[in-house]
């Protein structure tokens, strides 16, 4: 089988893919009418490199509403003139690998840490049980590594006593949509 040789650093996760702001598709939409370099990277994730340019947008289904207004959502991209690869870049209102938003997600996971189990959970919200098991199990799976990268930006989640706990904490400080992306600004993947 042949292997395209790779160097390590294109092997990395895309960094840097969400950005801190627009809570809202609706939010998302304008900025991204008015002007896509709000969402333009300092550097290329792939080569480091400056000076990234506008790329057009691609769509991509993000509106869980009955009917879906806003689908396709556009989603910026940008091209790196260096090593002519391309990155898009995510509002915090959209998952880079989930349809459903994460402040829903963020209810799903609170309900749960609360004792709740997985099929009364996903009765709650009208959610698929595989559904909720799934981002579940994920988030149990991703725990260490996603509590071992926030702690080290925020102290004070260390001491949290187990993993409940943590997320407890984790989710009074800032939202579930913030944290992943600190996570995901540290070059960790998430949903
Ligand atoms: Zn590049």
């Not at 947008?57 to 993000?62: E, L, M, T, V």
């Not at 990268?149 to 006593?161: D, K, P, Q, T």
């Amino acid at each position: 089988m042949f292997l395209r040789r790779r160097t390590n650093i294109k092997n990395r996760p895309a960094m840097h893919r969400i950005v801190f702001a627009f809570l809202t598709l609706e939010q998302h939409r304008r900025a991204i009418e008015s002007s896509c370099a709000s969402y333009r990277p300092d550097r290329c994730p792939h080569c480091g490199s400056g000076c990234l340019w506008c790329h057009g947008c691609y769509g991509r289904k993000a509106d869980r509403s009955a009917d879906g207004e806003l689908n396709p959502v556009p989603v910026a991209r940008f091209r790196c003139p260096s090593c002519t690869r391309t990155c898009s870049r995510l509002p915090l209102c959209i998952c880079p690998r989930r349809w459903y938003g994460w402040s829903l997600q963020q209810k799903v996971l609170q309900l749960l840490i609360a004792g709740a189990s997985l099929r009364r959970t996903a009765t709650v919200f009208a959610l698929g049980y595989h559904t909720v098991r799934r981002w579940w199990r994920s988030l149990v799976a991703a725990h260490g590594t996603f509590a071992f990268h926030l702690c080290s930006r925020f102290a004070e989640l260390g001491r949290s006593a187990d993993r409940d706990d943590f997320w407890l904490v984790c989710l009074h400080r800032m939202p579930l949509c913030e944290a992943m992306a600190w996570l995901d600004h540290d070059g960790i993947a998430v949903p």
